[in-house]
């Protein structure tokens, strides 16, 4: 396995007190509103997890898994939906629930494709930003964390599919 912890970012804690936060205000904005959660994985897996029990109002949750082919052509068809959510969407109030937004070209791809399937509304959660990289222009509606541009594991983000059981946020020493 390369790549070894170099520091830890965001403890547990933050990371709870920054949920509940961000549970209040999503309660609040949809009490009256089908809620469907939608997690991106692998990475949101945890964030959801944990996110959702600090919702109080009623919501449904799916997953949803892309692949990402960005190389030389940068058209429409450059993320492929590997599994794909259960829900007619149309009914629903989505919010994805991200765990890092970097160039933005995955989500921005996601939002597309969701937005076809005429969703009552769609918003973004995601737990870090890393805006230093973004290629394409696209904000979270609510970001827990702005993180400059470094590589970090845990909580969900891996390297090489390893790290996503630490419970906190980590830089990676590449
Ligand atoms: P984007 O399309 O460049 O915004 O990248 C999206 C995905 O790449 C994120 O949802 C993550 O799953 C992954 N990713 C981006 N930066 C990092 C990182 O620093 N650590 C782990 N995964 C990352
Ligand atoms: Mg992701």
Redesign the pocket.
Same mark, same amino acid.
């Given at each position: 396995m390369d790549g070894s912890i170099k520091k830890i970012l965001i403890t547990e804690e933050e990371i709870k007190e920054a949920e509940e936060k961000a549970g209040k205000i999503l309660s609040t904005e949809y009490r009256e509103k089908p809620l469907l959660l939608i997690s991106?994985l692998k =990475?949101?897996f945890i964030f959801l997890a944990d996110i959702c029990r600090y919702i109080d109002v009623p919501c449904r949750i799916d997953f949803m898994e892309t692949k990402?082919y960005f190389g030389g052509t940068e058209s429409s068809g450059s993320v492929e939906i590997i599994k794909d959510v259960r829900h007619d969407i149309s009914k629903y109030h989505v919010v994805i629930v991200?765990? /890092? /937004?970097?160039? =933005?070209?995955?989500?921005n791809e996601v939002i597309r494709m969701l937005k076809k399937r005429k969703p009552l509304s769609v918003k973004v959660v995601t737990l870090l930003d890393?805006p230093a990289?973004r290629t394409v222009k696209l904000n979270a509606d609510l970001s827990l964390f702005t993180i400059p541009d470094?590589?970090?594991?845990g909580y969900g983000?891996?390297?090489d599919g390893y790290y996503r059981n630490l419970p906190y946020i980590a830089e990676l020493d590449l």
């Amino acid at each position: 396995m390369d790549g070894s912890i170099k520091k830890i970012l965001i403890t547990e804690e933050e990371i709870k007190e920054a949920e509940e936060k961000a549970g209040k205000i999503l309660s609040t904005e949809y009490r009256e509103k089908p809620l469907l959660l939608i997690s991106l994985l692998k =990475g949101a897996f945890i964030f959801l997890a944990d996110i959702c029990r600090y919702i109080d109002v009623p919501c449904r949750i799916d997953f949803m898994e892309t692949k990402s082919y960005f190389g030389g052509t940068e058209s429409s068809g450059s993320v492929e939906i590997i599994k794909d959510v259960r829900h007619d969407i149309s009914k629903y109030h989505v919010v994805i629930v991200e765990d /890092i /937004i970097d160039t =933005g070209r995955t989500l921005n791809e996601v939002i597309r494709m969701l937005k076809k399937r005429k969703p009552l509304s769609v918003k973004v959660v995601t737990l870090l930003d890393k805006p230093a990289r973004r290629t394409v222009k696209l904000n979270a509606d609510l970001s827990l964390f702005t993180i400059p541009d470094l590589f970090v594991v845990g909580y969900g983000m891996d390297y090489d599919g390893y790290y996503r059981n630490l419970p906190y946020i980590a830089e990676l020493d590449l």
